[in-house]
Every structure is written in structure tokens, then in C-alpha cells.
């Protein structure tokens, strides 16, 4: 049974630079058509994909956030990771990691990581 | 970019009850729409995609159907574990968005 699990600080400073990385258990990120996923969801608002990365490296994102996110993968690690510069309040949220199948859509999700932007 | 407006945004129904919530897209998405489930605290939960295919381990009392720019989830018989915020998300072209979700209150 694959399992994600986010990891990385719960509170930035803004303009600062969130970091977080998802942990893949029970499989190896390198099977299968995955995409590795971020997905974010702001305090009681709908789910919003940030982007994804295939375990060459290759990735795809959000066209609203491309000018400051940055996603990475370790295969010998068998984790990603994600980076947002330039945080402000909106970017208060929680966090996922999930897998994409195909890309196409999430089936496994990690817990969620909550990150506040505040000084 | 491609925007996804559910209806309604919350609806009151009792155990029981035939529910549909509706997923309109702003311009064509052929079938490729998935639906999840979300309770309080917890990851979104996968029941279908490609419009109508159930995940495994979903029970058979969820369906999805349409195609191009709307689609319906429906909930043949509400059990007490359905009462939870639904998602639809649109996965055309290189970009993926959801919609603002439909909660599913008791009655």
C-alpha cells in the first residue's frame, strides 16, 4: 500500500520561502505512469493543484504560481519536494503531497502538512 | 485556464435519500473528470474518474455520468458515512482544477 507523508516547517515569514518534502513508503516513486503532486486547500476553500513531477524529472505548473514554484524529485530517496518563494497570507493552507495517476487524477494523498504565513 | 462550478454548495438530505450534485466546465472536458469525497480534517478520498468509472473499494450506491461541460455525481441511498464535502476536478489538457466543492449536510 503506497502512503505519502509531508514533512517541513508550519510557519513562514512572508516573502520568505516555504519548503516541503513528501515521502513515498510501500512503492517506489520511480513505477508505474505517476505524478508526483502538491496540492494546496486554503482554510475552507476547494483543493487547488500546484504541480507535478514524473520521476525523470520532467514537470508541469499551475500557470497562476509557475513564476514561484519549484518541484524536485530523489528517487534515491524516493521523495519530492516543494518549493514556493515570495509567500504572503494567501498562501496559507493546507498542504498534500499526492500521487497522479497517469496525471490524471490523485489517488493516494498524503496526511497534509498545515503552513501559516505570518511574522 | 479551465474553471468547474458545482451546485449546489450545500445540500440538506436525510439516510436514505437519492442525492445529485452537479459539476459544470467552462469549455469541453470530453470525460475526463474525477470526483472525490472529503471529511473534516482528513485527504480528499477518490471515488470516480473518467466521469463514470467507480474506484475500487467504492461503494456501488455512488455514480458519476456526462460528458463536454457538465456531469452529475449521484448518491443512490445517503448513508450516514456520505455526510462529507464532494469535489469535482477537471484533468484536460496540462492543467488540473477542482471545483469549489458541494457539502452534504443532514437534514
Known amino acids: 500500500q503506497v502512503q505519502l507523508q509531508e514533512s517541513g516547517p508550519g510557519l513562514v515569514k512572508p516573502s520568505q520561502t516555504l519548503s516541503l518534502t513528501c515521502t513515498v513508503t510501500?512503492?517506489?516513486?520511480?513505477?508505474?505512469?505517476?505524478?508526483w503532486t502538491w496540492i494546496r486547500q486554503p482554510p475552507g476553500k476547494g483543493p487547488e493543484w500546484i504541480g507535478f513531477?514524473?520521476?525523470?524529472?520532467?514537470?508541469y505548473y499551475n500557470p497562476s504560481l509557475k513564476s514561484r514554484v519549484s518541484i524536485s524529485v530523489d528517487t534515491s530517496r524516493n521523495h519530492f519536494s516543494l518549493r514556493l518563494s515570495s509567500v504572503t497570507a494567501a498562501d496559507t493552507a493546507v498542504y498534500y503531497c499526492?500521487?497522479?495517476?497517469?496525471?490524471?487524477?490523485?489517488?493516494?494523498w498524503g496526511l497534509g502538512s498545515l503552513v501559516t504565513v505570518s511574522s | 485556464d479551465i474553471q468547474m462550478t458545482q451546485s449546489p454548495s450545500t445540500l440538506s438530505a436525510s439516510v436514505g435519500d437519492r442525492v445529485s450534485i452537479t459539476c459544470r466546465a467552462s469549455?469541453?472536458?470530453?470525460?475526463?473528470l474525477a470526483w472525490y469525497q472529503q471529511k473534516p480534517g482528513k485527504a480528499p478520498k477518490l471515488l470516480i474518474y473518467?466521469?463514470?468509472t467507480l474506484e475500487v473499494g467504492v461503494p456501488s450506491r455512488f455514480s458519476g455520468s456526462g460528458s463536454g461541460t457538465e456531469f452529475t455525481l449521484t448518491i443512490s441511498s445517503l448513508q450516514p458515512d456520505d455526510f462529507a464535502t464532494y469535489y469535482c476536478?477537471?484533468?484536460?489538457?496540462?492543467?488540473?482544477?477542482f471545483g469549489q466543492g458541494t457539502k452534504v449536510e443532514i437534514k
Open positions: 499526492a500521487r497522479g495517476r497517469h496525471s490524471y487524477y490523485f489517488d493516494y
Open positions: 510501500g512503492g517506489s516513486i520511480r513505477s508505474g505512469d505517476n505524478y
Open positions: 513531477i514524473y520521476h525523470t524529472g520532467t514537470t
Open positions: 469549455q469541453s472536458i470530453s470525460s475526463w
Open positions: 473518467k466521469a463514470s
Open positions: 476536478q477537471q484533468y484536460n489538457r496540462s492543467s488540473r482544477t
